[in-house]
């Protein structure tokens, strides 16, 4: 069975840094891109990250720059470093693991930048 696990949320003052982490199982991790998505009350899931199965990433508009999307595909593992976090990153976090036309989801990680 496909499960995605994220891990390293919490609580973080503006202007710190976090680091989110998901592991994935039950697929072949290398074939699949992995993303990270958000979504804020009220708001859409929008894209935060992603990264190819060959390292290409690319990134939200509101978060480039500041956050990093990596992979260890030994680990089966995809990385998410946010640095400079904002009130407006608040949000859960979710991986997703995407091949064609099949994606999995993660169950989500909590966020909340505020002093």
């Known amino acids: 069975q496909v499960q995605l696990v994220e891990s390293g949320g919490g609580l973080v003052q503006p202007g710190g840094s976090l680091g ?4 994935a199982s039950g ?24 990264i190819g199965r060959y390292g290409s990433t690319n990134y939200g508009d509101s978060v480039k720059g500041r956050f990093t999307i990596s992979r260890d595909n030994a680990k089966n593992t995809v990385i998410l470093q946010m640095t400079s976090l904002k009130p407006e990153d608040t949000a859960v976090y979710y991986c997703a693991a995407e091949w064609s036309t099949r994606s999995y989801w993660g169950q989500g990680t909590q966020v909340t930048v505020s002093s």
Do not use: D, H, K
């Open 20 to 23: 989110l982490s998901c592991t």
């Open 27 to 50: 697929i072949i991790f290398s074939n699949y891109a992995m993303g990270w998505y958000r979504q804020g009350p009220g708001e859409q899931r929008e894209l935060v990250a992603r």
